[in-house]
């Protein structure tokens, strides 16, 4: 392998330095894998559909989090943690969500941040106000950031497999043009006054900013209070003040306070977005693409009362 550039030099030479997870690889029986391609571990769902997407059969990925998980301060299973032993390269998403991570790397371990170069969005309320928003791939204009990030730390791993990896990364990128593209036509068809987006978590900065949607949130990372009176009101206040017609919450979290909103204010429960997770493959958003236009198409459709 040549050597990397240090801002993405991704090689793991020892993933985790759990007794309790080293105690049971040793113990589990399982057979080595006669599968002799690079193995490449993310912290989520959607990195890994992005890696898959880019490293095509050059590469294996498994995601450490499983389908449905909320990541914010996740707690890896022994399960988790075995499945992505011995990988050659590590994909995080960073911004502080997947932070969790460095609890179970060896000191000095390194790994490829796929947002690194995306220009943060502070939070801007709650126990993290003042935070970088860590959802950035939900925007497909920084997704675009993820797949160059990807690209590199593949070519690093497999310099063989550049040329590949690239020629996907740019059809991959012309995709997501496309997919911002038609976000930002189908709010621009929105009356002015339905231009509002309102979730459970604040999750969705850099899609609002970047298809010109107005954010609204009950709180604003899943790791702090969720559903508080305060939060509640709040929100109902907004909700009516604006003539919101559909509100929204994600897969990762109970729905309950947002129904609460729902029923004071005469808004419609406009259904379920994805942020965090993917979902099973015969799923709604078995792919990154898809979740990004699942998410589009519901927002428009509640906004528009359709």
Not at 198 to 213: I, K, N, P, W
Not at 244 to 269: K, N
Request: net charge negative; glycine share 8%; charged share 25%.
């Amino acid at each position: 392998m040549t050597k990397a550039r240090p801002t993405h030099r991704r090689t793991l030479a020892a993933l985790l330095s759990l007794p309790l997870f080293l105690s049971a690889c040793a113990n589990s029986g399982s057979e080595p894998s006669e599968d002799d391609r690079p193995l490449v571990a993310t912290t989520f769902t959607i990195l890994a559909d992005m890696t898959e997407r880019i490293g095509g059969d050059r590469v294996r990925v498994a995601s450490i989090t499983q389908v449905g998980a909320d990541i914010h301060q996740y707690e890896p299973t022994t399960g988790d943690l075995k499945r992505v032993a011995g990988a050659d390269l590590l994909i995080s998403n960073g911004l502080g969500v997947d932070d969790w991570l460095t609890r179970f790397l060896q000191s000095g371990a390194e790994h490829a941040v796929a947002a690194e170069g995306v220009a943060p969005i502070p939070i801007v309320s709650g126990e993290y106000e003042g935070r970088p928003n860590p959802h950035a791939w939900i925007s497909p204009r920084e997704g675009k950031t993820y797949v160059r990030n990807i690209t590199a730390a593949l070519s690093e791993l497999d310099p063989d497999g550049a040329a590949e990896f690239r020629h996907r990364a740019a059809e991959y990128e012309a995709e997501l043009d496309a997919v911002q593209e038609r976000a930002a036509r189908s709010v621009e068809s929105l009356p002015p006054d339905h231009r509002a987006l309102v979730t459970c978590e604040g999750a969705f900065s850099y899609l609002a900013r970047d298809v010109g949607l107005d954010e609204h949130y009950l709180w604003a990372v899943n790791t702090e209070g969720q559903g508080t009176p305060q939060q509640v009101t709040s929100l109902i206040d907004a909700v009516r003040d604006q003539q919101i017609p559909a509100v929204f919450c994600e897969s990762t979290v109970s729905d309950t306070a947002m129904r609460q909103v729902a029923r004071a204010t005469g808004a419609e429960m406009g259904g379920t977005l994805y942020v965090d997770s993917l979902s099973e493959p015969d799923g709604e958003v078995p792919s990154y693409i898809a979740l990004i236009e699942h998410d589009i198409d519901l927002i428009t459709k509640g906004l528009t009362g359709s």
